[in-house]
Structure formats: C-alpha cells, structure tokens
C-alpha cells in the first residue's frame, strides 16, 4: 500500500487516510482466506474518521485494486440471538494490483483475488574469474600456449524447422492432400448439416467434428443425400457415444481392410458396382414408370387432401417417404413429411 500511495501515486485521491484505513482493515484480516469484514463503524472509530470519509477512501482502495468484493452486505436481518437487528455484513477479499507485480517482476498464477505469486525475480549469481578465486583464496590460472578458436563457421542452408513440421504433417495427411481452405470447410459443415437429420445416429454430433469425419466421402465426390444412405447401410441397431470417431474409425478400417485393391476387376465379380445387376436394373424401371403414372394421374385435389387429413396418420406417411421419397413430397408436402420422419425416429416430443 505504501509503493501504490506514496511511490507509484497510482490513484490521485488516496492519501495518509487512505494508509490508516487500510492498515485497519489488515489488522482484522483473515490472512488464510484473504478476506475481511467492513465493519463501516468500527472503522470510523478506530480511524478517527465520519463513516463518509471511511466509504470514500474504501472506494479509493478498490479502485486501486487492492479489494474485491467477496460478498455485498445488506439490510436483511439475519435474527441473531440477543439482538434486535443485525444486517449482513460486506466481506471484502484482499488483492495485489497486476501494476504492483509487473513493476517487482512477480510471476503470477490463476485469476482474480484467487491468483497467486508464483515466481519471484532471482538476481543474476556473479561468476566472474576474480571473484571465483577470491572465494577459493587463491589466484586463478595464467592463459596458456592453447590457441583461441575463432567463430564456428556455418555451412550450408539453415534448417526452417516450423516450416519442415509443416511439411511433415501435412505428409501424414490421408494422400499427402493440402489444407482445406475455409470456404471449402464451410461447405462441408452445408453438407453435414444436410446429412445429419437423415441419419439418427449422427444427431447428437457437432457439424464441425462430423464434416471433419466425412470428408472422405465427401471428397470421393458424393452429395449429401449419397453420404446418408452410406451411412445408412451401416444398419446401427445402437447409437454411438462419439459418432464422428466411429466414422472416422470405420472408414480407415474399410480403407486398409480392402483385400482386392491390386487384382483385375474380373477377379472379384461379387465387388461389381449394384447397377450392373440386371434385376436391380429392371426394379428401378418399374419403379420410375410407377412414380410418374401416379404423377400423371394426382390432381391437386388429391395433394390438398392428403396433405390436409394425414397428420393423424404420419405412420404411412413416413413408411411412403421411407419407399418412395420424391412421390411422397409430392403427394403430402415437405412440411407432412418432415413431421413423420420426425415421428418416426423419435425426435418428436409432446410441448
């Protein structure tokens, strides 16, 4: 308090009061918690000072930063035994300025009146050669005949080790690839976002740690809709507790695990891509012939119905936009569908 009033002059107002108070306060510190009570009449007393002057100068001390605030007092009678009125009192905690720490060179750890000096400024032991001998009483050895070496020369180019750590991690990349940069970073937190509604499992995963995790895919070149149906043939009966790792995990295990990768196509038949099948081939035909005979013959009659009298009924509707999505769009609306998907997976809940 002495260096902040009187050497520092870090607060105009404080003065020889400003010291008397403040020595008060120390007197009737609990030096183990740092804290004290105000005690606004005792100390007008003690000091020799009207409770105005007291207020005024406790004020210059927080300003100072050398109180805190531990617990503000109030005019709610606590109902203490023996006494007709007795309101909570201020508690204030003891603090040491940062410009006091700064200017002694004190290392200090945590924050608020709860840090704590952590290392103090050691002065630099003197080590020079008379003092060494002074102390062994003896005087120290003559140079010799050795000769002095001069500066090490340097040949060659320096080393730039963030650069070559850069390079290094940028190595252990999946295919050596390059950063994204943060436009493409956004577009994959897009297409997470579109991809995670459709799969249950990934909801309660960030859009950040999930893009991340489904980069693999998405840099193959799939869209939001082809990622989720690849999740979605995982068939997961369970939910897992961290779902961008455990796609994460089951990509790098589906990508080192593929026995084929050196033999010819015709080797492995059964790894041939499901379109090639000529039974699927002729199922989707029937299926887009179907969707577009019921296109043709709804009226709009028909949507405004369905899309009025199907909420009761979201069961069917959700297992239409389970078989065929783009009809039932049509026929009931994104909004109806949304609602029964919703339904479906168990992410509705009653207000």
């Known amino acids: 308090m002495v260096w902040l009033v009187e050497e520092a002059r870090l607060h105009p107002k404080a003065g020889e009061a400003t010291l008397r108070v403040a020595r008060d306060l120390a007197r009737r510190m609990d030096y183990i918690e740092g804290t004290v009570l105000y005690d606004l009449d005792g100390t007008a007393t003690r000091c020799a000072l009207s409770r105005a002057t007291v207020k005024r100068h406790v004020a210059y001390l927080r300003e100072l930063g050398c109180l805190a605030w531990a617990r503000h007092g109030s005019r709610r009678n606590l109902r203490?035994?023996?006494?007709?009125?007795?309101?909570?009192?201020?508690?204030?905690?003891?603090?040491?300025?940062?410009?006091?720490?700064?200017?002694?060179?004190?290392?200090?750890?945590?924050?608020?009146?709860?840090?704590?000096?952590?290392?103090?400024?050691?002065?630099?032991?003197?080590?020079?050669?008379?003092?060494?001998?002074?102390?062994?009483?003896?005087?120290?050895?003559?140079?010799?005949?050795?000769?002095?070496?001069?500066?090490?020369?340097?040949?060659?180019?320096?080393?730039?080790?963030?650069?070559?750590?850069?390079?290094?991690?940028?190595?252990?990349?999946?295919?050596?690839?390059?950063?994204?940069?943060?436009?493409?970073?956004?577009?994959?937190?897009?297409?997470?976002?579109?991809?995670?509604?459709?799969?249950?499992?990934?909801?309660?995963?960030?859009?950040?740690?999930?893009?991340?995790?489904?980069?693999?895919?998405?840099?193959?070149?799939?869209?939001?809709?082809?990622?989720?149906?690849?999740?979605?043939?995982?068939?997961?009966?369970?939910?897992?507790?961290?779902?961008?790792?455990?796609?994460?995990a089951r990509l790098r295990d589906r990508a080192s695990a593929s026995p084929y990768d050196d033999l010819p196509a015709d080797a492995h038949p059964q790894t041939t891509e499901p379109t090639a099948n000529p039974a699927w081939q002729e199922w989707l035909q029937q299926r887009s012939e179907a969707a577009e005979f019921s296109e043709n013959q709804r009226t709009d009659d028909d949507r405004r119905h369905a899309r009025l009298y199907s909420w009761d009924r979201w069961e069917e509707v959700a297992a239409h936009y389970a078989t065929d999505p783009d009809d039932a769009l049509d026929l009931y609306g994104t909004r109806l569908c949304a609602y029964a998907v919703k339904r479906a997976s168990g992410g509705w809940r009653r207000p």
Not at 100 to 118: C, I, M, Q, S
Not at 123 to 151: D, I, K, Q
């Open 80 to 248: 203490l035994p023996g006494r007709a009125y007795a309101g909570t009192a201020t508690v204030y905690a003891a603090t040491i300025p940062y410009a006091y720490d700064r200017a002694h060179g004190h290392r200090v750890g945590g924050r608020g009146f709860g840090a704590r000096v952590v290392g103090v400024p050691v002065a630099p032991a003197s080590n020079t050669v008379a003092e060494r001998a002074g102390r062994r009483g003896r005087e120290p050895h003559s140079l010799g005949t050795h000769p002095r070496t001069g500066a090490v020369e340097v040949r060659g180019r320096l080393k730039d080790t963030p650069r070559t750590r850069a390079r290094a991690r940028t190595a252990d990349r999946p295919g050596g690839s390059a950063p994204r940069s943060p436009m493409r970073v956004a577009a994959d937190i897009r297409i997470a976002a579109r991809v995670r509604p459709h799969v249950p499992w990934t909801q309660g995963e960030g859009l950040r740690r999930l893009a991340h995790a489904l980069r693999p895919l998405i840099d193959r070149g799939l869209d939001a809709h082809d990622i989720a149906a690849e999740l979605t043939a995982w068939w997961l009966t369970w939910r897992p507790a961290n779902p961008a790792a455990y796609i994460t």
